[in-house]
């Protein structure tokens, strides 16, 4: 279990790294796409990387963002239950969460080797675009473990407090 | 079973794990959209679907706007632009029965025009304006209120989270929506200014006039201004003009801030983490509330549930404005327990088409659905705005919080009533646009 834990944290934060290092890179690209639309050409192809670069950006940050409790939850009901039900609530919700982030990942994951195996590349720069694809595939994964961790972490708590 | 039944029950299961598992809403909407559409259709055709759609607006370039935005905004919060900006407002208006509070708003008011987060306009001011505000003597009655309530400005003000928000989820134009929010916004908080000064003629204790400031000082205290100054109009004009796709204009806004601060020691490297840090958070929260609501219309589409119900609102024998008024009834209610955000995207797919069929313009019921949405964070007992006051300053009763905002919501009703009869005012701008 602390081995789930301790995994989950360090690859959310590391993708938060990246995925910062991704937004600074973002805004490099249109500031000069701005800049140099005014003294020379824009630069080819921003538009189409900015999506692209959006994307692993907020995938990668998923993660992180369920680990700090960020998506907004309703749980003015759910805290006045009884603890014990709660962790029950929280493990079935993690487990849940965890199967369809599962499912997720694995379908963006497919449409991605599909993109690979038939050479799909993108409008204006004419790139393969199948490893953006697959980077929103992990972000998909690692919100997943970090689902799965929180859920057996509810379930174990519920186990430990009947012992 | 008619679909139109499957599409209520939908509703009821989304209602039931939003509330009793407590589930993050964009998860909710896209779980439950998932499993109706599996119902529906088939498991392979629901399967398909998630997985196409999660990358498809992920990768949209419409959505990049929502990182810029915020980072923006963090910038902002974490360079002490809003501490500079009080200063000159408290300069200003502090020597005022009510001033100081006055101040607030208006400090609010120039850092809702460059900061899009609700939360981070409370946190900001809160921080500076609450101990001003108890040092010269201010009942909690009035300074926790103002605060509160004038984080809710950002919400209206561009440019705004919540405008990106219902721009993309409806398919209008950002640019639109963020000039419509112009005028209601300093509407908005012209109400607040009015409610202040009432409130300080009643009860003159609630906000004593603070010490006179000599206009030198005053002239000088502007110079903090300049810079909130300078991002709004480059930003908005840049919009307005046409010079920069919303995006382009987030970059911008950027671009400048760390130029006007960066320089000058006015951002820290922790202050700049965080910037990032909390970006990704909300950017991340942001995204799946509008994948969840992509997902969650899908299924609902194929029920025609968001048609049935508008063409039957649209046949009832009463005034459109009835019909709005229930609208804007079921938000207040909605937004005292669920996060109005969350309210907000939750409810468009059902409540935007209704608004289309009854024949409103699509900028000005967006207008009105962000301003009655404001009022969702300050209303008891979810309201994250009175939170944010109550953990800055732990001392204030969450009950004069309570009582505080009462003051306050009538002004926002009010405002709400003026753009009603009034609609030419989140209008003017968006038709005087190119």
Partial sequence: MDFLEKMSRLLNQGLLWIAGLLLAVMIALTCGNIFFRVVWVPIRGTFELMGYLGAVVTAFALGYTEIKHGHIAVDIVVLGFPKKLQRVLNGLNGIVCTAFFAIVGWQVAKYATTLWRTGEVTETLRIVYFPFTYAVALGCFSLALVFLVEGLQSFLGTREEEK | ?434
């Fill in chain 2, 1 to 434: 079973m008619s679909l139109a039944a499957v599409g209520i029950i939908g509703i009821v299961c989304l209602l039931l794990v939003l509330f009793l598992l407590g589930m993050p809403v964009g998860f909710a909407m896209a779980i439950v959209g998932f499993c109706g559409f599996w119902h529906v259709v088939s498991f392979n055709a629901a399967v398909n679907m998630v997985g196409t759609d999660v990358w498809a607006t992920f990768s949209q370039y419409g959505l990049t706007v929502v990182p810029l935005f915020i980072f923006l905004g963090y910038l902002a919060f974490n360079s002490g632009i809003a501490d500079r900006l009080y200063n000159a407002a408290y300069k200003w208006f502090g020597h005022w029965r009510g001033g100081l509070a006055i101040a607030t708003i208006g400090a609010d008011e120039l850092f809702a025009a460059i900061c899009g987060s609700n939360t981070a306009t409370v946190a900001t001011m809160g921080a500076v304006a609450l101990p001003q505000m108890k040092k010269y003597g201010y009942g909690a009655l009035l300074s926790s209120g103002t605060v509160a309530t004038g984080g809710t400005l950002g919400t209206v003000m561009p440019p705004s989270v919540v405008l990106i928000i219902i721009g993309l989820q409806t398919e209008q134009s950002i640019i639109k929506l963020f000039l419509a929010g112009i005028l209601p916004a300093i509407l908005l908080g012209s109400l607040f200014f009015l409610t202040i000064f009432v409130l300080c003629r009643i009860r003159p204790q609630l906000g004593p006039a603070g010490p006179k400031t000599s206009l030198r000082e005053k002239m000088k205290s502007l110079w903090g201004v300049i810079e909130a100054v300078a991002i709004f109009i480059l930003v908005i004009g840049g919009l307005y003009v046409g010079v920069f796709t919303p995006t382009e204009a987030g970059a911008a806004g950027v671009f400048f801030t760390l130029a006007v601060t960066v320089p000058f020691g006015r951002l820290k490297w922790k202050g700049f983490i965080d910037s990032f840090k909390d970006t990704l958070k909300i950017s991340a929260m942001v995204f799946f509330l509008v994948t969840g609501a992509i997902i969650f219309g899908r299924f609902l589409a194929i029920t025609r549930l968001p048609f049935n119900v508008a063409e039957f609102a649209g046949s009832l024998p009463v005034s459109r404005y009835v019909i709005l008024a229930i609208v804007l009834v079921i938000y207040i209610i909605g937004g005292c327990f669920v996060d109005s955000l969350g309210f907000l995207v939750l409810t468009i797919p059902i409540f935007f088409p209704l608004g289309l069929a009854l024949g409103f313009d699509p900028i000005w019921y967006s207008i009105i659905l962000t301003m009655v949405t404001t009022m969702g964070a300050i209303t008891p007992p979810v309201g994250v705005n009175i939170y944010v006051v109550k953990a800055i300053n732990p001392e204030i009763e969450l009950s004069t919080i309570f009582k505080s905002i009462t003051f306050f919501l009538i002004a926002c009703l009010v405002s709400i009533v003026i753009l009603i009869i009034f609609p030419e005012i989140s209008l003017l701008i968006p038709h005087m646009a190119r």
